[in-house]
């Protein structure tokens, strides 16, 4: 693993603190009493948050932590996930209040569901499930677009104690197809098509693709999106409009015991193989539930809150399905992306419903500072309150620019800190009651607990004069409610990468580098582990690698994120191709390009390939990654003292 001092991005100079105002302490969910609260009593604070939720068996211990790193929280309570974000609703007279504003990517395209109505489908989908044969514990692989009836399809999950895997519609057939193995998945639940960009393109092919053989996969279960022709096997597969609409909407939800497991989401870690991160009924729920009233500050009689992520990402799950629903609030769900049919679309659909909260991640806000404030202005984005932003270090000058355009300098905005792996959030301002600084996620959420420490695990001080504080790794030094509870039939990868690190500590390490700020606030700085992140999106170094050396003329192949004014990072490629491949490097490099997209994703797609005579390794036979990123990124090459070949960078530089 990389050193610390290594870290790619670091913090822009101490900017001033935007205090809150104090309009919006006035009336903000949160107080500054919650801090005290959480600080007296930790374990107390989340009984306490705990009980927002309905149980159906009160929980006894809040936390049994005597098998760490295998946490149980909310011990022997019982309750139903489905229950605590729909129907609950439903039963406290809010059944005609709004659930979902769904927008469709086709202009003119929409949908109205209701809290009654979400019940009722909800419910429905749960019996259609039954009669295909699914009992809880099963696994099931939801590979759809953002339409209502993939949040439906999860919800239906969660209400029979079925584990979904949702997998980003963007993800090719073998992607999918590995995690549908890998979860040993006996339902597919996905769509005839897909809207991008206007137009309809299919996406169950690449289904059909990904289930062939796999003996697992007893039906795939398809919602009509787009009408484009699809071939259907007879047998396996299943038109949701066939079977869903004509369930009972009476449907009993069973409670579950706090450690059911919810689901599992696949995200990448250091190696090709991508981790089954797993998550469980009470305290993923309490902790979503949690964060989501008070860092977004909803009033779920007024505010109509919007979250840009999709469905596949882990912001998708806690933010657009649990957190929300389970507050009982009115959101928008966008079907389609930001610009289209022109880069008015997302300041319209603010416009359109009176969008109060917005979330969403520094990509965006980045590509809507390149097209131009004259954009936004042409909208009225007054109902906007608060906003927020995930998925990576936001720069400040984006921040800044957010906060001018979209929140006229007035709204407050919360950064919020976290991953796949801890289900929420982490680190955020408080809005209403604590100061933010552009650029920095500043201080862990009451009830949370983390500390940026040096190579041996000691603390560094809070606090100390910028300009000389050292980086440092971020890691969360006390158990939280919504922690993943493992790799999917792996437990000894859990251990290994996330609890070996600082083992004799106890601590979890989040393969984040971080520094504190002037006040002691953080800094998260970027991943000092082999996983990029572009433009929010989390890709392992070795994915990339593997589907590369997976192509026939490729004998080796190096990838490193290079820093990139648009989307984070950047994928820049070296490969060394086989003596029978060389004669025709420049279609190679576009084959390269597109093997890529068809192993993994169009995201994953590098932004360079550069064919190279030789890799820059060490003695061991380790690629040394740091240097050909200072290639990448044009900089001067760092310390090549430990190389067998230092040469070997006037060839690689040679054929950039
Ligand atoms: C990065 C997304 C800085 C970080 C919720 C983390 C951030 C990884 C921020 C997790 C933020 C996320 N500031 N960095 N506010 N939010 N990250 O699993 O490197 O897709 O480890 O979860 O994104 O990505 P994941």
Redesign the pocket.
Known sequence: MPSIVETAASADIDPPAFPPSDEFAASANASAELYDEAERDRLAFWDKQARRLAWETPFGEVLDWSEAPFAKWFVGGKLNVAYNCVDRHVEAGNGDRVAIHWEGEPVGDQRTITYAELKDEVSQAANALTDLGLVAGDRVAIYMPMVPEAIVAMLACARLGVMHSVVFAGFSASALRARVEDAEAKLVITTDGQYRRGKAASLKEAVDEAVKDQECVEHVLVVRRTGIDTAMTEGRDVWWDEVVPKASTDHTPEAFDAEHPLFLLY?SGTTGKPKG?MHTTGGYLTQSSYTHFNVFDVKPETDVYWCTADIG???GH?YIVYGPLSNGVTQVVYEGTPTSPTEHRHFEVIEKYGVTIYYTA?TLIRTFMKLGRQIAAEHDLSSLRLLG??????NPEAWRWYRTVFGADKTPIV????????GS?M??PLPGVTDAKPGS?MTPLPGISAVIVDDDGKQLEPGTDHGEQANGY?VLDKPWPSMLRGIWGDPERFKETYWSRFAEQGWYF???GARYGADGEIW????IDD?M?IS???ISTAEVESALVGHSGVAEAAVVGASDEQTGQAICAFVILKASAKADDANMVEELRAEVAKEISPIAKPREIHVVPELPKTRSGKIMRRLLRDVAEGRELGDTSTLVDPSVFEAIRASK
């Not at 950064?415 to 801890?422: A, C, K, V």
């Open positions: 995200t991160i990402w882990v912001t806690t520094p932003s995930v998925g990576e270090p936001i950064d919020t800190w976290w991953q796949t792996e801890t959030i680190i955020s996620a971020l989040a393969g984040d998260v700085l970027g991943r996983v992140n929010g999106h989390r």
